[in-house]
């Protein structure tokens, strides 16, 4: 009976506990989804005079025939695919050399966190000066190698804008995979390594049949996040590029917020957000189910 | 015996030094890759603007093209911006570490119904995209008339920064020895009065880990910094350093942008150099333990 009343009082102070949480939470993450799958349903624009007016799947009906909006979605997957498969590559080397051991390794994982640490949109315009057409660095250093003649535009052109908006967020972001794969190696033991070479393997074997399957786990943690990161990318390219030239780099972040603060369309911006919101509520039940998938394969091999 | 072991020692020593060539141009193209860009702009930000515009690239700038006016001419205002994000990340610190630390404790240590559908529920927010939430959230910052004010900026920031202090302040309790609680439960604390006297203290690290953590997010966050703040002597660094760059497209003002990125990002960088394993152990707290 005293248990009892004990495990109902614990139940009710935790409860106080998590509360405050859990309703800035809700009013922050929540209440914002919501509202937008709500607003979706009404036009509310400068052609209502910023009234609501139901119309149902109106502002769905107008979104499958909207090239902007598919053409943003295939920017978006573009710019998020190649992004993070540099970045997968990149941080996977660089954790592997932090987890050698060597002279200054503090101040070269001190180097590595500094990407993460800076303001994306800070940033994002150190970018767009090192690849300004004219003064940029990035042509000076092609020049002098001799692979181009003449100084060429970077940003104005839809190809290169987006590869410079590539080189930035990966820039920003690998130091991140890197910490988490690297914590990842750090885990794993020396000793597997070394009966490993005594049977005879050379270190790409080791790392094959050794370092990639046991990171398995860290390694779809890291492109959760960044997929979901990414494919909302926003501060980098309303900074750098603001979608242009021409929308050629616009993603559907940008296209959401010019479509609510440039149009002020909020139902259509509303039907915008629950769609994209949508789309990474898929995306990341997949990787979650692969998740799981991975873990039980690392006890069941173990 | 002997034979075969001398014979071996020469391949094996090639390949160690085979190694550690690799390894030194792995670090040094670590180095570079991760520092030449904020280089770059430091750089930039001490030139003059002939310097600046020169073509071809001055490097190795003489001392005549160099000067401290672009940092100058940032002047009052820039402080300003500087102590408005300042303000705003402590302060959402403040609240997330206050709201944060006892939500965590819960999901540690005390039982509750539909615990792990609220754990879930925090992971699966950090994923959100800050774009999805700016158009709710301006109606929220309407309806209360906070535009302009800064609780519309601490409020998301607070809750943005919420699941990570969750998760990682979760991982420390996880860790701490339960006997102590047992015995403080004896010794007649309630649940409340052993986490503010015992816990608390006990894991102060692991506030000062998250509470950088998330005074890093706070002072970086862009969109609704955009949105909610208009009135430009309230903008935090990224808004008031983007408007400098926006502010005209036909002569964009490079050095001073160059020194308002060195200046604005300037309290950041100090924080990694003092901080760099705690930062490291919060992101890996985060992510991987949650």
Not at chain 2, 71 to 93: C, D, E, K, M, R
Not at chain 2, 205 to 224: R, V
Request: charged share 10%.
């Amino acid at each position: 009976m005293k248990q009892k009343d004990i495990e109902q009082q614990e139940k009710r102070t935790g409860w106080l506990l998590i509360l405050p949480a859990l309703l800035v939470l809700a009013l922050v993450f929540i209440y914002p989804i919501a509202r937008a799958f709500w607003l979706s349903f009404f036009r509310e624009n400068l052609g209502t005079q910023l009234e609501p007016i139901f119309s149902g799947f109106y502002n769905y009906n107008r979104l499958l025939g909207d090239g902007r909006f598919w053409q943003s979605l295939w920017n978006t997957s573009v710019f998020t695919v190649i992004s993070i498969t540099i970045e997968l590559v990149l941080g996977m080397g660089i954790a592997l050399v932090l987890n050698q051991s060597f002279r200054g390794r503090g101040f070269v994982r001190t180097s590595a966190l500094i990407p993460w640490a800076l303001p994306t949109a800070v940033m994002g315009l150190a970018w767009a000066w090192i690849f300004n057409g004219q003064y940029g660095v990035v042509n000076d250093l092609l020049q002098r190698l001799g692979l181009m003649e003449t100084s060429i535009t970077w940003l104005g052109d839809p190809t290169r804008a987006m590869f410079a908006l590539i080189v930035a967020e990966v820039w920003k972001t690998t130091p991140f995979i890197s910490i988490l794969l690297l914590a990842g190696l750090q885990s794993i033991s020396v000793d597997l390594y070394e009966a490993h070479s005594i049977d005879g393997a050379n270190p790409f074997q080791s790392f094959r049949q050794i370092t990639l399957p046991l990171l398995m786990p860290q390694i779809i943690i890291a492109l959760l996040f960044r997929f979901a990161q990414a494919f909302g990318v926003f501060d980098l390219i309303q900074v750098m590029t603001g979608g242009g030239p021409a929308g050629s780099t616009e993603t559907v972040s940008i296209y959401i917020y010019a479509t609510v603060r440039r149009y002020l369309d909020f139902g259509y911006g509303a039907a915008l957000v629950v769609v994209t919101f949508l789309l990474l509520v898929t995306a990341v039940v997949i990787a979650a189910f692969l998740l799981s998938k991975s873990r039980v394969n690392l006890t069941g091999g173990q | 015996m002997a034979n075969i072991s001398k014979a071996e020692t020469t391949p094996k020593q090639s390949s160690r030094s085979l190694k550690s060539v690799f390894l030194f141009l792995g670090v040094f193209f670590t180095v570079i890759f991760c520092l030449a860009p904020i280089l770059w702009q430091i750089l930039t930000s001490f030139k003059t603007n002939e310097a600046i515009a020169s073509i071809p690239t001055i490097y190795f700038p003489s001392f005549n093209q160099l000067t401290l006016e672009h940092y100058i001419s940032l002047g009052l205002p820039f402080l300003q911006y500087v102590l408005n994000s300042a303000f705003v990340s402590f302060t959402s610190t403040l609240f997330c570490l206050a709201i944060g630390a006892p939500a965590a404790y819960t999901l540690a240590r005390l039982r509750i119904p539909g615990e792990n559908i609220i754990l879930a529920f925090v992971l699966i927010v950090t994923l959100f995209p800050y774009v999805l939430l700016f158009l709710g959230l301006l109606e929220v910052v309407k309806f209360f008339g906070l535009g302009n004010n800064y609780l519309a900026l601490i409020i998301p920031y607070t809750a943005i920064n919420l699941p990570l202090t969750i998760l990682v302040l979760r991982s420390f309790f996880q860790q701490l020895p339960k006997d102590l609680e047992d015995s403080a439960k004896v010794d007649g604390y309630n649940t409340v009065s052993m986490l503010l006297n015992i816990v608390l203290p006990m894991t102060t690290p692991a506030l000062i880990t998250t509470g950088i953590l998330t005074f890093i997010f706070a002072w970086n966050e862009f969109i609704f910094a955009l949105t909610f703040i208009t009135r430009e002597n309230l903008y935090t660094i990224p808004v008031a350093v983007a408007q400098l760059g926006g502010a005209s497209v036909y002569e964009i003002p490079y050095g001073p942008i160059a020194a308002a990125t060195i200046a604005g990002t300037l309290p950041l960088i100090i924080l990694v150099l003092i901080f760099q394993r705690r930062i490291v152990q919060g992101i890996t707290a985060g992510a991987v333990k949650g």
